[in-house]
């Protein structure tokens, strides 16, 4: 069975940074591809970043040179590093693990105040 916990959300001033993590319950984490995704409020959930179990990243055009994904296989756990936070990436933040399937987290608030 997989669990993952997000948690780091919060009120950030714009400019500001956030460190996101989710901690996943996973026997397969280190060989699972791994993402974070958002969700504006009565709007589909968008891809952030991804990472595969190699080191291979993947990022969403709007966070590009700002959000940094990584992973620690170690204690089987995702980061997303948001700097230079703007306003628009306020948001419900999701940890995903794909393998076969997808899996979700419960999601984590982000604010950003302008």
């Known amino acids: 069975q997989v669990q993952l916990v997000e948690s780091g959300g919060g009120l950030v001033q714009a400019g500001g940074s956030l460190r996101l993590s989710c901690a996943a319950s996973a026997t397969i984490f280190s060989i699972a591809v791994m993402g974070w995704y958002r969700q504006y409020p009565g709007k589909q959930r968008e891809l952030v970043a991804t990472?595969?179990?190699?080191?291979?990243?993947n990022y969403a055009d709007s966070v590009k040179g700002r959000f940094t994904i990584s992973r620690d296989n170690a204690k089987n756990t995702l980061y997303l590093q948001m700097n230079s936070l703007k306003p628009e990436d306020a948001a419900v933040y999701y940890c995903?693990?794909?393998?076969?399937?997808?899996?979700w987290g419960q999601g984590t608030q982000v604010t950003v105040s302008s």
């Open positions: 990472i595969t179990s190699g080191g291979s990243t």
């Open positions: 995903n693990l794909l393998f076969g399937r997808n899996y």
